[in-house]
């Protein structure tokens, strides 16, 4: 059983500390307005009083305990120079609370205070993040609570489509866009939470474990609450019921999930989703009606890299949750069956079978048949099963299984693939094809609908979700690798489906495919038959020195009237018209930008997040330093020239 904690007992474990709202802090004394802030060298500037690196005390601790892994020993960890763009704070985050626990348990706390000014380059005690943080609104700007939720995308329909009440842009408006205002998120290297829009402010997660409230027309801060870990879902916005405040939902790294006061950041429930050490959340959670559904993944494919760990004990699953009290309804396992020893590594470890079966996807909610959609990732551990890389359709009310679509059999893969003769890696090695990206639901016309699913092989296919999830039709669009073919998400308008591909050609796990079959880019697909309707292969622009640049779509992409708007691994963001693919917009988020926090930022490859139409505005985070997808701490937010007040 879970145990569910009050926020009165989180706070004295996980510093779950809220800024603003009436209290006095550092950022508050800073600036009343994003207006008002002005720059400080004190921001950027490094120490310079440490001494020379590699006289350093956490030099030689960095060498035994870290730079194996970050210096290229596992390829998805991250290198020595992303780390360096973090704060000493965040350093040290992650090795007492975060994903490098485990890691550096060995050292004493002043060892990791070494090591993290060792990365970092910056006395562990520097307040350079904390005076970073986005500057509080005056008392003239405030919320609206009657402006209501923008409810489109993650969190309320998969399908990533903004009309045109809720988008208040079209096709048309893309030639004026410009950017509006921009925060650089302090002690950075990726941006990977998706925005979410609501009473006239964004809501997004970050890194550090910070989640805002910024003011969508000035990117003031409404209040920002600091969770256990880094915030990699999104932050979705449930209305309040029986004169209740409306809620704000979202999770960490760590599998901890939060429901604060939506106008306020104060808490109401928080708890563990699941007890695995390697648990985590990178879906946003989707609401259905009363619901929270929440699809738990782990990061225990990488703990496997180890070959005296005992791969592997982690099943994805799915957990409903009550939104108003935080109790649990019901869950239901990806694998049903609990993992037991089934055989000994040549080391003399336990393999550990079934696991796995991750589900990193945000949810999709049916209310007409009553289903939950959920796509799988693949087992970790030998033998491979049935519910890897896998359609699985849930009931909503009771969370019993209802159909299993497999849709690419014997997938069974962990970092210790990526490693040589290492023991932990499973039989079949792969190829680590997952349903990375939510299932969409899609009017197909004459009163017929049908769940559209991409792979990391480049294939999308189509179901009937009337037939136990018969093969409709199955269109191979991208070439596919461990990195994707289709990876964070899909979009439709109407019955056409866009999909973005990633396709990269050096997948920095040691193998570098063929150019000739990469089709990086976005293509669009008639959900009715699986036809293409155009492709765009997206030439590559980037720069020759620029080692961590892709042509190729990584991140999710989101409709809106006459066009789809994509982010890529090339740091661009580029709008497409739906008709004929043609490029109506594009903006290239790693030009550094000041920030309305006062620092210089700027984007990178983008993934994990994609863009958000809403309220006549687009707004993007850029930054995915992680798995070789190129550093960047950049929420971008654009207008019309005629909202933004300049013609420049």
Known sequence: MIAKTRFSALVAVSAFLLVGCGESTDVAEIADSAATIESTDEFTE??????????????????????????????????????????????????????????SAALTDAQRRYVAEYITQTPADSKMAQLAYAPMCNESITMDVDSGIVKAGWGY????????????????????????????????????SNPTVGFGAVFVGSQDGSVYALDLETGCAHWRIQASAEVRTGVILAEG???????????????????????????????????????????????AEHRVIVNVSSLEVTAAANPEYACCTFRGKTVAVDAATGDIEWTHYAIPEAPSEVARTSAGTAVM?????????????????????????????????????????????SGE???????????AWNVACMMANNPNCPEEDGPDFDHGSSILLVDAGEDRQV???????????????????????????????????????????GS????????????RNGDVLSAEDARPGVHAVN????????????????PDDMALCDPGVSAPVTAFPGAVVAGHLDGFLRIYARESGEVLWSYDTKQPVRGVNGIEGAGGGMSGAGPVVANGHLIANSGYGLYFHGAGNLLAVFAPISQTGSGD
């Open 451 to 493: 769940l559209v699913a991409g792979l990391k092989d480049g294939h999308v296919i189509g179901l009937d979700p009337d037939a136990e999830g018969n093969l409709l039709w199955q269109t191979r669009v991208g070439r596919g690798s461990i990195q994707g073919g289709v990876h964070f998400g899909l979009a439709a308008e």
């Open 157 to 192: 329909d998969t399908n990533r489509y903004s009309g045109a009440e809720q988008a208040g842009l079209s096709a048309e408006d893309a030639a004026d866009l410009q950017l509006k205002w921009a925060y650089a998120y302090p002690g950075a290297l990726r941006a990977r």
């Open 496 to 507: 056409t489906v866009y999909v973005p591909i990633n396709d990269m050609n050096d997948t």
């Open 241 to 287: 019921v029986d004169g209740e405040p409306p809620l704000a939902i979202f999770g960490d790294i760590l599998a901890r999930l939060y429901a604060v006061n939506a106008m306020t950041g104060e808490a109401v429930w928080s708890f563990k989703v699941d007890e695995h050490p390697s648990a985590t959340l990178t879906a946003t959670p989707s609401l």
């Open 353 to 397: 079978a079934p696991s796995g079966a991750p589900v990193w996807a945000s949810p999709t909610i049916d209310l007409k048949r009553r289903r939950v959609y959920i796509g799988t990732g693949e087992n970790y551990s030998s033998p491979a099963d049935g519910n890897s890389d896998a359609v699985m359709a849930v009931d909503l009310d």
């Open 527 to 542: 959900a009715a038959t699986g036809e293409v309707i155009w492709s765009h292969v997206q030439e590559n622009v980037c």
């Open 401 to 411: 299984r209802v159909w299993t679509r497999q849709t690419f059999e014997g997938d």
């Open 46 to 103: 490094r120490a310079v009083d440490l001494g020379p690196r590699d006289q350093m005390p956490g030099a030689a601790l960095y060498g035994q305990y870290c730079a194996t892994c970050h210096s290229g020993g596992i390829a998805k960890a991250p290198h020595l120079t992303f780390l360096e763009m973090l704060s000493p704070q965040s350093i040290l985050t992650t090795m007492n609370e975060g994903i490098m626990q485990t890691q």
